[in-house]
């Protein structure tokens, strides 16, 4: 039997998504909880891996298990071993030929940014954070020169394992509510940090340090050191996969809705 399991979680005690020797992960936490659930060794896949301090609202993942338990079983028995920063939303059952990772269209990221004089507190390193007042207009514009699919080279990490950097970047919609600024993006794929690059490019060109044309000519020198430094990883969110609807996978959970 094959399980898919919607999980949210706060990176933030985290060393990121994938196991490590230290046992400090989410991963290591989910498949402690899920043995210790069914009395049985399982194994997960998730559908993106996410970075130490990287949160996620809607990260899916499968395993293939022998035990026998309803959906809402899942949910209560596992929750019941995982400590209170991670958290299973949902549960189902899925075809043998459903792959969390595979079977996705896209995915989904947001970044909450928080501009203000003074440095966050009640939502310290849930948000990140800037000094500087933004140009919203400029950043949009920027944006616009990024979208589709590109080498984005500029936007890669020095230790990415992906085969390849073209990527189809689909959706960057950048909103503000009070003194918070949410970024979302959408695509086929994303390599490793490219959120966190675009972002750094981003304010750059929003503080006024760069026109919004230089993101073209960022992506176009396929080259890191073209680009902004790495921006923090405490406001990004993986909002979560998008699959073919015959799955039946939920596009969202409620913890989507927490943010601003």
Request: contains cysteine; neutral net charge; glycine residues 6%.
């Amino acid at each position: 039997m094959r399980i898919a399991l919607g999980i949210s979680y706060s990176g933030q005690a985290y060393q990121g998504w994938q196991s490590q020797a230290s046992g400090q992960t989410v991963q290591d936490r989910l498949e402690a909880a899920l043995s210790e659930f069914t009395q049985q060794r399982v194994s997960t896949l998730c559908a993106g891996r996410t970075d130490a301090g990287v949160h996620a609202l809607m990260q899916v993942v499968h395993f293939d298990t022998a035990a026998l338990r309803d959906p809402n079983s899942w949910v209560r028995g596992t929750n019941a071993n995982l400590p209170k920063d991670i958290a299973v939303e949902w549960a189902q059952e899925v075809p043998a030929d459903f792959h969390c990772r595979a079977s996705a269209t896209s995915r989904r990221y947001a970044y909450v940014l928080r501009q203000s004089e003074v440095r966050p507190t009640v939502d310290a390193l849930r948000v990140g954070w800037t000094f500087y007042a933004l140009d919203g207009q400029a950043m949009r514009e920027a944006a616009q020169y990024i979208l589709g699919e590109h080498d984005f080279s500029s936007f890669r990490a020095s230790q990415c394992q992906a085969l390849s950097p073209v990527k189809d970047l689909r959706e960057i919609s950048i909103t503000q509510r009070g003194a918070y600024w949410r970024f979302e993006f959408e695509a086929n794929a994303f390599l490793h940090h490219m959120i966190r690059n675009i972002m750094g490019c981003l304010l750059q060109i929003g503080q006024g340090k760069h026109p919004p044309s230089w993101m073209y000519e960022v992506l176009m020198a396929r080259d890191r050191n073209a680009a902004a430094p790495t921006f923090s990883p405490f406001g990004l969110y993986f909002l979560g996969p998008r699959y073919p609807s015959h799955f039946g996978i939920p596009d969202r959970t409620p913890a989507y809705d927490w943010l601003p």
